[in-house]
């Protein structure tokens, strides 16, 4: 028996949900495109769930590596450097790459070049706005 929930994500067989099939094939072309993307909406409108949806589906495309990288607990840190390195860490670990991960803010694109990935990767940072403004800033201007 189908339920109404407004908290957590939502469970396809369980809860009354709306499809959002539109706007979620719309984020995953424009990521699969090259586009990056914001998604901003009050509490509880399901962004989250949104996100995961498109996750999944470019999870499942082969042509793609797909990574979300939860930001939130990077919130107490006020050093760019630390911050990038502490991203660049937990992106390293999470496709298993053999590389160190001590970069600064300025090689951070070493990551993402055919040198270091087989596949193009589309990464999603989940809570973005949990970074301090300076780098924030530092990334938005690089």
Same mark, same amino acid.
């Given at each position: 028996?189908r339920?109404? $929930? $407004?908290?957590?994500?939502?469970? &396809?067989?369980?809860?009354?949900?709306v499809?959002? *099939?539109?706007?979620?094939?719309?984020?995953?072309?424009?990521? %699969?495109?090259?586009?990056?993307?914001?998604?901003?909406?009050?509490?509880?409108?399901?962004?989250?769930?949104?996100?995961?949806?498109?996750?999944? &589906?470019?999870?499942?495309?082969?042509?793609?590596?797909?990574?979300? %990288?939860?930001?939130?607990?990077?919130?107490?840190?006020?050093?760019?450097?630390?911050?990038?390195?502490?991203?660049?860490?937990?992106?390293? $670990?999470? +496709?298993?790459?053999? %590389?160190?991960?001590?970069? *600064?803010?300025? *090689?951070?694109?070493?990551?993402?070049?055919?040198?270091?990935?087989?596949?193009?990767?589309? +990464?999603?940072?989940?809570?973005?706005d949990?970074?301090?403004?300076?780098?924030?800033?530092?990334?938005?201007?690089?």
């Open positions: 028996m339920k109404f $929930s $407004s908290y957590g994500p939502v469970d &396809k067989k369980k809860d009354y949900y499809k959002r *099939e539109d706007i979620i094939d719309k984020i995953y072309n424009q990521l %699969i495109d090259g586009h990056y993307i914001t998604v901003w909406a009050p509490r509880q409108c399901g962004k989250t769930w949104i996100m995961n949806e498109v996750y999944h &589906k470019i999870f499942q495309n082969e042509h793609y590596i797909a990574l979300k %990288i939860e930001l939130e607990n990077l919130k107490m840190i006020n050093n760019t450097e630390k911050a990038i390195k502490a991203i660049s860490k937990q992106i390293i $670990s999470e +496709l298993n790459l053999n %590389i160190s991960y001590d970069f *600064e803010f300025n *090689e951070f694109d070493i990551l993402f070049t055919k040198q270091t990935l087989e596949k193009s990767l589309i +990464l999603i940072l989940y809570e973005f949990f970074l301090n403004e300076e780098t924030i800033y530092r990334w938005k201007k690089s």
